[in-house]
């Protein structure tokens, strides 16, 4: 059983290196441009509002450089840090070897990867002027994993303790079985709103008005599986307040596989082998889906998973069963 920490600094993550300026934001609300109308591309660019007299009147940007829209920029700014209790326990007895270790963890951080957006789109943050708003789970934050493996030799056969002699005893000897169980927490996701309520070219996370997470998750629908929260739950933050939820507040479904495989070893010759194997992948066909893949509180298919998650081979994630036959000599 051991403890594991770490605590990391100045790691990369993606700014906007010329982001909208609050204080020209605020001149232009004191001019009397409504607050709608200063979001995204129209901070850079500027634009225009229709005031109460029907007068459609123009307003500048509200950035310092009006050359780029998103200047990219890459900033030693992350910090974050991992807790975790690790245990393992192995055992063996006779012909049954024993493997299983659970993890209990916590990763959180202000930003993930430099360059790919988490699930979600968070790429750029959604205050630029305070990174420290953007700490929260991490995307690689599993709270929870268990991992168990174990092989059984059959002591059956010749040499073993039953049937050690005799033609069944060559029938059934070299038995083997053995298999992998996966379980863990899923993976956590960023929401979006639909304005840009804090002014920052970005679309804004939206508030909790209600209760998350919906009575009918896991029903299946002709766009996805519910698996996460419902829309009913959030509206948008009010324009300039940042009220919105935490970066990577919910988490996706979990992740459950069990792999077996069943071989014998037949001994032919002195020199001469005969090994049959048979692998199965996910052989209880349990389904693991990916978080869900819209998560704008508009879409008609907000908190429901697409796709299911597929082997590391690029396979489908269904159950697979696959034979071999090999000679060794």
Known sequence: MNYVGSHSVHALREIDGAPPQPALIQQLLSQGVPASALQNNALYTGGQYTDSQGNAIAFDPAVNNTAFIHILLQTAAVNGNYNALQTRLTETVGGLSLTGSYTFAHALDNGSDPLVPGAGG???PRNPFSL????GNSDSDVRQRFVA???YALPIGHGQHYLSSGFMGRVF??????????????LPFELRGTIDNLHAGVIGRPQLVGKPYPSNRGQIL???VVTGPAASAFDNAPFGEDVGIRRNTFHGPGFVNTDAVFQKT?????RLQLVLRVESYNILNHPNFESPSS???SSSSFGQSTSQVGRND???GARQLQGAIKVVF
């Open 266 to 270: 037949q001994q032919l010759k002195e």
């Open 314 to 316: 690029g396979t489908t």
């Open 149 to 151: 493996a174990g092989t």
């Open 222 to 224: 002709s766009t996805g």
């Open 173 to 186: 000897e070299g038995v083997q079985i053995s298999g992998i169980q996966q379980a863990q927490t899923g």
């Open 295 to 297: 998560l704008t509180i």
């Open 132 to 135: 420290a708003n953007e700490y």
């Open 122 to 124: 968070s790429g750029l």
